[in-house]
């Protein structure tokens, strides 16, 4: 099977996602986490890559919130684009958002085609990093950025090993690294002043706040969608997510780095 073809979220998997981290998103914070990380780049006016666009929550905030010139948002899913879509067309935006569904690899687009490449809980699932970047480095303009957030391995422990091995039974594939390999990736990849927040502490606290929506306001909900043994399994992983940052075994940060000006 190929990276790509072992990525597809199920239907009912983005169906539970959405529930939970709200209208548009495939993962936690929202548009004010979309906020927070183009923070300290220039969005106005700009050609924004964002590569996993998902359901295409962050292509609508980049342009109507954040005045993107226009936003392409690429993604390995269809069936994720056409939600997209639809989102996209319903916030009004869609002459400034393209979208479209690519195999992986080699980007769809001209050398030094966007000032800003954005990528959010996607990375973790390319086998080849550093070939990723390069491939970010060589569509981004001299000068330009790359931004996002991700999940990395911080410790080969039980609370890891648990969340690594519910993901995987998810028939998803997940290459998490640490924040150092992935900050090497960057730096060996055409990219310089590169940067990483930690953000483990509060995305912690928010993972335990959608805990405690799946265990109650939204119980009712998701055990009409997937029926009792659904609603433990999705519990179990929403719970070892938690645990997972909680107790050291991932960590999550927002990233920048920056394309070298020739
Ligand atoms: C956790 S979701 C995050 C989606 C979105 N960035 C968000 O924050 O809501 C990961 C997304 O990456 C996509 N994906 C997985 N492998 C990919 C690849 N090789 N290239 C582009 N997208 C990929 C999946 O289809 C999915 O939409």
Known sequence: MTDAAANRY???????????YGKGYLSAGGDEEVARIVSAVTIEGND???IGCGL?????????????????????DSRVI?????????????????????????????????EVVYVTATTCHLEDLAGFFRESCR?????????GGEWFKAADNAAFKCW???????GLNFHFVSRQQFETALSTSGFEQVSA????????????????????????????KLGAEGLDSF??????????????GMYYGHFRARKLAT
Do not use: C, K
Request: aromatic content about 6%.
């Open 10 to 20: 199920d239907s009912r998997t983005i169906g539970m996602m959405e529930l939970v």
């Open 48 to 50: 924004v890559l964002d």
């Open 56 to 76: 295409g929550g962050a292509a609508v905030t980049l342009v109507r919130d954040h005045r993107a010139r226009h936003v392409h948002g690429l993604d390995i």
């Open 82 to 114: 056409e939600r997209a879509v639809e989102l996209v067309e319903a916030a009004g935006v869609a002459e400034q958002v393209t979208l479209t569904q690519f195999g992986g690899g080699v980007l769809p687009y001209a050398d030094d085609s966007f």
């Open 139 to 147: 569509v981004l303009r001299a000068g330009g950025w790359i931004v």
């Open 164 to 170: 690594d091995s519910l993901l995987r039974e998810q």
């Open 197 to 224: 927040v930690n953000r483990t502490q509060a995305t912690s606290e928010l993972t335990r706040d959608y805990l405690r929506r799946v265990e109650t306001d939204l119980r009712g909900e998701l055990l009409a």
């Open 235 to 248: 519990l179990a992983w929403t719970r070892s997510r938690y645990d997972a940052l909680a107790n050291g």
